[in-house]
């Protein structure tokens, strides 16, 4: 065997297979290299998948994927106290017979291990097991990799190793964390039958629901997130570290506080946890990205690369990473030299709107960085509908007064969420 | 050259293995993994092989499922992989699987050692190793803690309890080795990237013209739960200490 490879890709997720993916299937020479025993092991994602990215990786993959239940209800949710108000949209088109639904809920752990396989069956060399210690450099370019004794060559070397690149970092491409800019998430996987899910969340038989959860966090900057499986739901949260550490409970306790709301607890009464984990997410959207992604020798894509989307309504970064593997994979194809792989892994991400649509939703970090929007919007709003609700047969306040006496009762005013509205206006 | 052959089972990783509330056990989810305790004997093979001049051998009895364990074993240092292929394996007794195992290394030239660990890490039964040396009538040494080789002499040190026993014997010869015989490294990145292009023969079970029908068959198989008495003591310090001494006296364990 030579040591010699055209690539080697850093990391079994979806970044790293799709690129793997592409380039075996191409013909060229390629080393995929995982951490964990098995591709998905490492991973904690919620999670949700979009499947145009599969679509550009291959045709028909997503008919043997390892997914869930398709989405046809999106969900946002909002917890007051022991109160909680669930806005549920539901849409059939989202999963029609004729075309592949847009989105599914995945687990991680069945859908790397499946992708990783399909670049194996390309010709990709999967090596699961191994941590990746080092870069080789010489005269200023990336030529190949350390792993224990071992060392091992490639025209480039791609990092799909995650959020915190340890990669990007040797590189010198990224520093070291800013707490400002990652939340830590945790989640659990509670199993329960596929019966007892659907008749919970008002499910069509193998039909899933995507929630988002405002209110969970006790006034951290943070919120839940919750996915149908197929037999199994993924319940989590996710807080800014910064402001965890300055709070006298543990994301464990405020977690479990969570998951013992009346509102949740119905939801995963009487499941089992089958899975635990914790993990950190890049937050910082757009401006998250490194201001290169790339050096002679060197791609980063996926989480490595900061590309991951959080509105505040949906969380996108399985689809980002399979599409930037995808890009690093063209460029490396496209490049006649190593030199030239960066600039048109920049043009691809460019040309595919990944970028461009990061760019776009850019304004919700913004929005999400209104400290009183994690306690003081939920409060507000449960308050609201339980005076909207209440009937006790005395006369009742007029509803500007109650909502006013509520905004004040929050300690905000129709001033900051007037900002907020125009603020949200403007970044949509 | 002379093969030095390394036994092993492909088992399902403890940690998945589930006990429902009605004690059935559901090995469904079980990812496979080579028993721990085979990670020495493959290792003891490697470095068996390297001292006698030979090549070690990977050999294992297994459905369909243990061809994932190919390039496992093969990172592990072996040069080449046998695999006796047959759904037979899934309710073998340890009989069964001596055959199986045996009717392969006949097909394998010029064996000089086989090496199994002491047990499978799932059945612990410690029989695959004297039961081949039966089949085919080759000396066995079992619990062996450390080889050395002079020539084809192998010299095995036996730990039992707190004796160590040194015996001598011509190859070719069985051993079954216990866990502290070595250190089983965990592969690198060449060792893994190398092993999906050694070589592998696959056998199929019906092609070994041996019989592979158990004599014992697993009539249950369900999960065990302890009862725990589960006595809390509270109070004051000095009167809970004498209460646990008292109550341990009374369960006999004191």
Not at chain 2, 24 to 40: E, P, T
Request: hydrophobic share 40%.
């Amino acid at each position: 065997m030579s040591d010699k490879f055209d690539a080697i890709i850093i990391g079994a997720g979806p970044a790293g297979s799709a690129c793997a993916y592409t380039l075996a299937k191409a013909g060229k020479e390629v080393a995929l290299i995982e951490r964990g025993d098995t591709p998905g092991s490492k991973n904690v994602t919620g999670g949700r998948f979009y499947t145009y990215a599969l679509e550009m990786l291959d045709e028909k993959l997503c008919e043997e994927a390892a997914l869930e239940r398709p989405v046809t209800h999106e969900q946002f949710m909002m917890l007051g106290g022991e109160r909680s108000i669930t806005i549920d949209y539901h849409d059939p088109s989202f999963h029609t017979p004729e075309s592949v639904p847009m989105s599914y809920t995945i687990l991680r752990a069945r859908f790397d291990e499946w992708l990783a396989q399909k670049a194996e069956e390309n010709g990709a060399l999967l090596a699961c097991g191994i941590k990746v210690d080092d870069l080789l450099e010489e005269n200023g370019k990336i030529v190949g990799i350390v792993a224990g004794e071992d060392e091992m060559y490639a025209d480039v070397v791609v990092a799909a190793d995650g959020v915190n690149s340890f990669m990007g970092q040797k590189a010198g491409l990224i520093k070291d964390l800013d707490a400002h800019t990652v939340g830590v998430g945790v989640k659990e996987v509670i199993e329960l039958s596929p019966d007892v899910i659907e008749a919970r969340f008002c499910l069509r038989s193998g039909q899933g629901a995507a929630r988002m959860i405002l209110g969970c966090t006790e006034g951290i900057h943070g919120g839940g997130f919750l996915y149908t499986n197929q037999e199994s739901i993924s319940l989590g949260c996710v807080f800014m570290p910064d402001q965890v550490a300055q709070y006298k409970k543990s994301v464990h306790e405020i977690y479990q506080n969570m998951k013992m709301h009346p509102s949740i607890y119905s939801l995963i009464e009487g499941g089992k946890t089958i899975e635990y984990g914790a993990h950190l997410v890049s937050e910082a959207g757009y401006r998250g990205i490194p201001s290169r992604l790339h050096r002679e020798g060197f791609l980063m894509a996926g989480d490595a690369a900061g590309l991951v989307m959080n509105t505040g309504y949906s969380i996108r970064g399985i689809d980002l990473a399979m599409v930037s593997g995808i890009a690093a994979a063209k460029a490396i194809i496209r490049a006649a030299h190593p030199y030239e792989a960066g600039p048109l892994y920049m043009k691809e991400l460019e040309n595919t709107g990944l970028i461009p649509s990061m760019k776009k939703m850019d304004g919700f970090f913004d929005i999400l960085e209104t400290p009183w929007i994690y306690d003081r919007v939920p409060n507000l709003a449960t308050g609201v509908f339980s005076d909207l609700f209440s009937v006790h047969g005395q006369v009742p306040q007029s509803i500007k007064n109650s909502v006013l006496q509520r905004i004040k009762e929050n300690r905000l005013s129709l001033w900051q969420l007037a900002k907020l509205g125009l603020k949200g206006v403007k970044s949509l | 050259m002379s093969r030095i052959v390394a036994c092993y089972k492909w088992v399902a990783e403890e940690a998945d293995i589930r006990i429902n509330a009605d004690l059935s056990v559901d090995l469904s989810k079980a990812k496979g993994k080579i028993s721990d305790y085979d990670r020495n004997a493959i290792e003891a093979a490697v470095q068996a092989a390297e001292a006698l001049g030979g090549k070690a051998v990977s050999l294992t009895f297994g459905t369909q499922k243990a061809k994932a364990s190919l390039k496992d074993v093969l990172s592990r240092g072996p040069e080449e992989g046998c695999w006796v292929n047959g759904e037979e394996a899934d309710n073998a007794d340890s009989s069964v699987t001596a055959r199986a195992l045996a009717a392969a290394i006949k097909k394998i030239e010029d064996v000089s050692l086989i090496i199994c660990a002491e047990g499978a890490s799932d059945t612990y039964a410690r029989q695959i190793g004297p039961r081949i040396g039966a089949i085919l009538n080759l000396p066995v040494i079992t619990s062996v803690a450390k080889m050395t080789f002079v020539g084809e002499t192998l010299q095995a040190v036996r730990k039992l309890d707190d004796c160590l026993q040194t015996v001598e014997v011509e190859l070719p010869a069985v051993v079954a080795v216990l866990p502290e015989i070595n250190s089983a490294p965990i592969p690198g990145l060449k060792a893994v990237m190398a092993a999906g292009k050694k070589p592998v023969t696959e056998y199929k079970s019906a092609d070994l013209g041996v019989d592979l029908t158990p004599k014992t068959q697993v009539t249950a198989f369900k999960g065990y739960v302890m009862q725990r008495k589960n006595i809390i003591l509270s109070g004051d310090v000095g009167e809970n200490v004498a209460a646990l001494v008292a109550a341990l006296r009374k369960e006999g364990v004191l």
